[in-house]
Protein backbone atom coordinates (compact mmCIF):
# COMPACT_ATOMS: atom_id res chain seq x y z
CA UNK A 1 0.00 0.00 0.00
CA UNK A 2 1.67 3.49 -1.10
CA UNK A 3 1.73 6.00 1.57
CA UNK A 4 -0.56 7.97 0.01
CA UNK A 5 -3.72 5.73 0.04
CA UNK A 6 -2.68 4.87 3.55
CA UNK A 7 -2.64 8.49 4.64
CA UNK A 8 -6.59 8.15 3.10
CA UNK A 9 -7.35 5.44 4.58
CA UNK A 10 -5.72 7.12 8.13
CA UNK A 11 -8.00 10.68 7.68
CA UNK A 12 -11.86 10.83 9.10
CA UNK A 13 -14.31 11.92 6.51
CA UNK A 14 -14.43 15.49 8.38
CA UNK A 15 -10.27 15.69 8.41
CA UNK A 16 -10.21 15.00 4.88
CA UNK A 17 -13.28 17.46 3.90
CA UNK A 18 -12.21 20.18 6.13
CA UNK A 19 -8.60 19.56 4.10
CA UNK A 20 -10.50 19.80 0.79
CA UNK A 21 -12.41 22.57 1.93
CA UNK A 22 -9.10 24.78 2.92
CA UNK A 23 -7.97 23.97 -1.10
CA UNK A 24 -11.00 25.26 -2.14
CA UNK A 25 -10.67 28.71 -0.01
CA UNK A 26 -6.94 28.87 -0.59
CA UNK A 27 -7.58 28.47 -4.71
CA UNK A 28 -10.57 31.14 -4.59
CA UNK A 29 -9.20 33.78 -2.44
CA UNK A 30 -5.75 33.28 -5.04
CA UNK A 31 -7.60 33.95 -7.61
CA UNK A 32 -9.65 36.76 -6.25
CA UNK A 33 -6.84 38.07 -4.77
CA UNK A 34 -5.00 38.75 -8.22
CA UNK A 35 -8.17 39.89 -9.51
CA UNK A 36 -9.13 42.52 -7.16
CA UNK A 37 -4.99 43.60 -6.52
CA UNK A 38 -4.82 44.26 -10.80
CA UNK A 39 -8.30 46.62 -10.31
CA UNK A 40 -7.06 47.99 -7.40
CA UNK A 41 -3.55 48.85 -9.13
CA UNK A 42 -5.90 50.38 -12.19
CA UNK A 43 -7.79 52.46 -9.93
CA UNK A 44 -4.36 53.58 -7.98
CA UNK A 45 -2.79 54.57 -11.53
CA UNK A 46 -5.97 56.27 -13.22
CA UNK A 47 -6.48 58.50 -10.23
CA UNK A 48 -2.84 59.06 -9.39
CA UNK A 49 -1.15 59.27 -12.48
CA UNK A 50 1.71 57.57 -10.82
CA UNK A 51 2.48 53.79 -11.47
CA UNK A 52 1.04 51.99 -8.54
CA UNK A 53 4.26 51.02 -5.34
CA UNK A 54 4.04 47.19 -5.58
CA UNK A 55 7.88 47.41 -4.62
CA UNK A 56 8.90 49.94 -2.16
CA UNK A 57 12.25 49.63 -2.82
CA UNK A 58 12.14 51.24 -5.88
CA UNK A 59 13.25 54.54 -6.83
CA UNK A 60 11.13 57.25 -6.32
CA UNK A 61 8.52 55.62 -4.02
CA UNK A 62 7.85 57.31 -1.04
CA UNK A 63 7.48 55.90 2.66
CA UNK A 64 3.78 57.25 2.58
CA UNK A 65 2.88 55.94 -0.65
CA UNK A 66 4.61 52.75 0.21
CA UNK A 67 2.11 52.18 3.52
CA UNK A 68 -0.89 53.05 1.88
CA UNK A 69 -0.48 50.97 -0.75
CA UNK A 70 0.24 48.07 1.32
CA UNK A 71 -2.78 48.83 3.59
CA UNK A 72 -4.85 49.21 0.91
CA UNK A 73 -4.14 46.39 -0.64
CA UNK A 74 -3.68 44.01 2.67
CA UNK A 75 -7.39 45.16 3.89
CA UNK A 76 -8.62 44.38 0.11
CA UNK A 77 -6.89 40.80 0.65
CA UNK A 78 -8.65 40.41 4.42
CA UNK A 79 -12.20 41.14 3.13
CA UNK A 80 -12.14 38.74 0.62
CA UNK A 81 -10.66 35.59 2.65
CA UNK A 82 -13.61 37.01 4.87
CA UNK A 83 -16.43 37.01 2.21
CA UNK A 84 -14.85 33.40 0.84
CA UNK A 85 -14.97 31.47 4.04
CA UNK A 86 -18.23 32.94 5.13
CA UNK A 87 -19.88 32.58 1.28
CA UNK A 88 -18.22 28.82 1.90
CA UNK A 89 -19.25 28.16 5.39
CA UNK A 90 -23.19 28.96 4.45
CA UNK A 91 -23.27 27.00 1.16
CA UNK A 92 -21.70 24.26 3.11
CA UNK A 93 -24.48 24.71 5.41
CA UNK A 94 -26.98 24.71 2.78
CA UNK A 95 -25.75 21.82 1.33
CA UNK A 96 -25.90 19.69 4.47
CA UNK A 97 -29.01 20.92 5.40
CA UNK A 98 -30.72 19.72 1.84
CA UNK A 99 -29.04 16.12 2.70
CA UNK A 100 -30.51 15.39 5.81
Same mark, same amino acid.
Given at each position: ?????R???? &??????? =?? !? =??????? !? !? &??????F?????W???????????????????????????S????????????? !??????????????S??
Amino acid at each position: MSGFSRLFRT &LRPSALE =DW !V =DDLMHAA !V !V &LGAGTLFTAALRWVWENSTHRKAPTNPSLEGVGWREAIVWSALSGALVGMIKVA !VRRGSDKAKARLHESHN
